[in-house]
């Protein structure tokens, strides 16, 4: 079976809002999920977007998807690539499409001269985490993230 990876298309929103859900379901945390098909077109395919997507086809059919976007380093002066979401739905797991979607990401940040190609992982993602070792990607450990969002976010920006 042969594996097909593209770049997402607007048309691709409804689709890519099914896999968002889907992750969440696996992730423990539908609850979270605000993004609407609208709200994807906009942010991914609409204009001054900084956020791109790709497809992961098999046999025609869409069962993987990757979002990604350029950070940046100050260390290195340059770009990074920072993927904020990788799926493969259940059926088609242990095929390679999670491997080929990382490589094709690979791929676009060398074109793109990025000095750095990173994401997170839950803890307890042990299958992803396999997959990630098998490619030599390195945990980092010593990294703690931090996150501002909702009224927290809202508090701290308006000086309250």
Known sequence: MT???????AADAPTILRFIRELAIYENAEHEVKATVESIRAS????????SALICEREGQPI???????S???????????LED?????????SGA???MLKRLAAIAVEKGCGRFEWSVLDWNEPAI???????????????????????????????
């Open 72 to 82: 940046y380093s100050t260390w290195l002066s340059r770009n990074g690539l920072y």
């Open 44 to 51: 991914i395919f609409g204009e001054g977007s900084v956020t």
């Open 86 to 94: 990788l799926y493969v739905t259940p059926d088609a797991r242990g």
């Open 130 to 160: 396999r997959v990630y070792q098998a490619i030599g990607a390195e945990a980092q450990d010593e990294w703690v993230r931090y996150r501002l969002s909702g009224d927290a976010l809202k508090a701290f920006a308006s000086g309250d």
């Open 98 to 100: 999670g491997k080929a």
């Open 64 to 70: 993987g998807f990757a979002v990604w976007f350029l």
């Open 3 to 9: 594996l097909l990876i593209r770049d997402a298309v």
